[in-house]
């Protein structure tokens, strides 16, 4: 009699525990997410070669060039291949360009496109007018995961917050062959930077 009771309790417990086993609720829900693969690139300051002196060679190749750093700390430094023909002489000093990154992910690492090489003419002037060229850029990186250093192989590296602060500089170049030497005035070019993930 003993074993018949236990054996129906222990039925029942099955019992139980199946019927337990199959109550439930379902519910449906969604799955989302958001894209944001864009951030913002703002422009602090313009690149700035200061106020020069400047000779062009009209009739042959020599050149002379003025190198702005990105590093502030260091000096802009000038150079010809001759002097008597093509001649660059700083009378003020210029400045890099600077530009902040910010809405990245934390500590990515983004690629610096190099500008391509860019004219700087005479504003409003004379078209015969000797010009200037614009090319070999430097980058450095004021502030970021990095910071207060040359960039290496185009690549930054942004802050905790997603942030950086970089500079662009490059060396402006004499042209050869023109008709007209250096005009007195304001000598400007435009050039596009490119940063992505």
Sequence with gaps: ???????????????????????????????????????????????????????????????????????????????STDITKAEISILEAGAPAQFKISGVVPFATLTITDPVETNIVLSGGNPNAAGFTMDTFTYYIETGALSQQDVTGNQIQVDDKGEALFNIGATLKTTTGGTANYLDGSYSGTFTIEVSY
Excluded: H, Y
């Excluded at 042959?60 to 003025?66: K, Y």
């Design 1 to 79: 009699m003993k074993n018949n009771f236990r054996k129906i309790g222990f039925v029942s417990t099955l019992a139980l525990m199946a019927f337990a086993s199959n109550a439930g609720e379902q519910r449906t829900f969604e799955a989302k997410v958001t894209v944001k693969n864009a951030f913002e690139l703002e422009k602090q300051s313009d690149l700035l070669f200061g106020t020069i002196r400047a000779k062009a060679d009209t009739t042959g190749t020599d050149t002379a060039t003025l190198v702005i750093p990105a590093d502030t700390g260091k000096a802009a430094s000038v150079t």
